[in-house]
């Protein structure tokens, strides 16, 4: 689904660019048709406009998660029975992980389904504006351990641009943010949006750095039991491209 035009005007210029080229981004070659047994699972790609200027939001998993701890995400999850998906899907784990009223937000469009093979998922991003922002906060540290609405001028700031280099050898887009590193299946996603919204600057691709020295991990000392992850957790796998060839994308499983 889509917003009219008419009920975009008002809106950003880069907001309305991201809807008018949703169809076009440059990541959705790189997956193919989704499998009869996919999962289903939908992300909320928030913009707003904070103290900072225009923002974005994500959050942090948390360290105590089987897979993916402590990596920056947006908020989703998995699909329930019977739920209006995806845009029900992305609005209500936006509001179970960091209190976001369903209410104040604008649906503007649906951004085609990415499959993700290894882990059988099929994920929707959903772009929503932010009418009426409120004070968000991680509603179960067992889950989400920060949440972080992003300038995004920070974002697209040469400076806090790189690449991460995967264990198994594969490259991706990362940003150094908000004190956290986004890489991934997000940081792909992100780099897409920001391409497609005519944000992007050049920046140095050849700043590469090992992703072992980078990503959180679950503290060695810590007393408590980790917890599982929903769905859409389990299927965050790295984005990246082929070390040897780039501009081939791969997609692999997450560490």
Do not use: C
């Not at 210029?13 to 009869?36: C, I, N």
């Not at 047994?37 to 998660?65: M, N, Q, Y």
């Not at 989400?144 to 697209?156: F, I, S, Y």
């Not at 005519?198 to 590469?208: E, I, M, R, T, Y």
Request: glycine share 10%; charged share 20%; no cysteine.
């Amino acid at each position: 689904m889509t917003l009219p035009a008419d009920e975009l005007a008002g809106l950003p210029e880069h907001v309305q660019r991201l809807v008018e080229h949703a169809g076009e981004l440059p990541l959705w070659h790189r997956h193919g048709e989704p499998s009869s047994t996919a999962r289903r699972s939908a992300v909320l790609i928030l913009f707003g406009h904070g103290r900072a200027g225009p923002d974005v939001l994500l959050i942090e998993k948390s360290a105590h998660l089987r897979s993916h701890a402590g990596q920056p995400a947006f908020p989703g999850g998995g699909a329930d029975p019977g739920e209006d998906y995806p845009v029900g899907t992305a609005l209500r784990e936006a509001q179970e992980e960091v209190g976001v009223d369903p209410a104040s937000v604008r649906v503007l469009t649906t951004l085609p389904a990415l499959f993700l093979g290894p882990s059988d998922n099929v994920v929707v991003p959903v772009v929503g504006w932010w009418d009426d922002p409120r004070e968000i906060a991680t509603a179960d540290p067992h889950e989400v351990a920060k949440v972080a609405r992003v300038p995004l001028a920070e974002l697209v700031d040469p400076a806090n641009r790189f690449r991460v280099r995967h264990p198994a050898g594969y490259v991706g887009p990362a940003f150094g943010v908000a004190g956290m590193v986004v890489w991934g299946f997000t940081a792909g996603l992100l780099d897409a949006v920001l391409q497609a919204a005519g944000l992007s600057l050049p920046w140095d691709a050849g700043d590469v750095r090992p992703l072992s020295g980078l990503a959180a991990a679950a503290p060695a000392d810590s007393e408590e039991e980790p917890v599982d992850s929903d769905v859409a957790d389990r299927a965050a796998p790295t984005v990246a491209e082929d070390a040897g060839r780039p501009g081939s994308p791969r997609t692999v499983p997450g560490p």
